[in-house]
């Protein structure tokens, strides 16, 4: 049996689920809420700690289904809710929090010089296995005089909002563009990834040597082949 506070306040078994309450709401916004979406804005005070219950007691039978006795294992008494607790509020909690604030800032000095950001760690996970995906993420962007710029540690938050959440590495890499995109308005933005993937270390090949390595190259990244070369030069020689 289940301790925890949060259970009082619980609804009844005959009540709506609360995971089923909040893809309704998903479902009649039009809100698609595949593995890497946020769907923050769809979930109503109070209801992550119900999530977290309801989880918690789904991840039990999935333990119970592994035939793993919770009950005089010690070991295992309280995984499900630690699972549950870092499923939701860690290491997938970039789908349910709104994206952190970063507030901008005019060019006043009309900067229009390529800057680099990196390496920014990066710790996600693949949809596929839910297996880690570990590795660094190297931003480069060049702005002009309506730019507007953020401070270095908002790229940061950034990263770790789009990465922390269930996806592949080429769809991530993507997401991250556009956030910066909205958010900065560059004449040129450039984003390369390696990271190291679990589901190949402990499952399948197992090969613990293989990295995978991915860009996003737009605006004058793209047209400027120069301007492509430096950036990705200056990566070589901090790698």
Not at 120 to 141: M, Q, Y
């Amino acid at each position: 049996m289940l301790h925890d506070p949060v259970l009082k306040a619980f609804p009844s078994p005959t009540a709506i689920p609360v995971s089923e309450r909040i893809r309704q709401r998903l479902a009649e916004a039009g809100q698609r809420f595949h593995a890497n979406d946020n769907i923050a804005a769809h979930i109503r005070d109070g209801e992550m700690d119900e999530l977290r219950v309801e989880l918690e007691q789904q991840l039990q039978g999935v333990l119970r289904s592994l035939v793993i006795d919770t009950q005089s294992d010690h070991n295992t008494a309280e995984t499900a809710k630690r699972v549950a607790k870092m499923f939701l509020n860690e290491i997938f909690r970039g789908r349910y929090e709104a994206a952190p604030t970063a507030t901008a800032f005019p060019n006043v000095s009309q900067l229009n010089e390529l800057m680099i950001v990196g390496p920014l760690a990066v710790r996600s996970a693949c949809s596929h296995h839910l297996c880690p995906i570990l590795g660094k993420v190297w931003i480069g962007v060049l702005p002009n005089a309506s730019s507007d710029l953020i401070g270095l540690s908002k790229y940061a938050r950034l990263v770790e909002w789009v990465m922390s959440r269930p996806q592949i590495q080429e769809e991530a890499v993507i997401m991250l563009a556009d956030e910066l995109e909205r958010r900065i308005k560059p004449d040129g933005l450039a984003i390369v990834m390696e990271a190291s993937h679990f589901c190949m270390h402990w499952r399948g090949v197992k090969d613990d040597g293989a990295l995978m390595q991915n860009s996003v190259m737009r605006g004058a990244f793209l047209k400027d082949a120069t301007l492509r070369a430096e950036f990705l030069s200056l990566l070589r020689q901090r790698a």
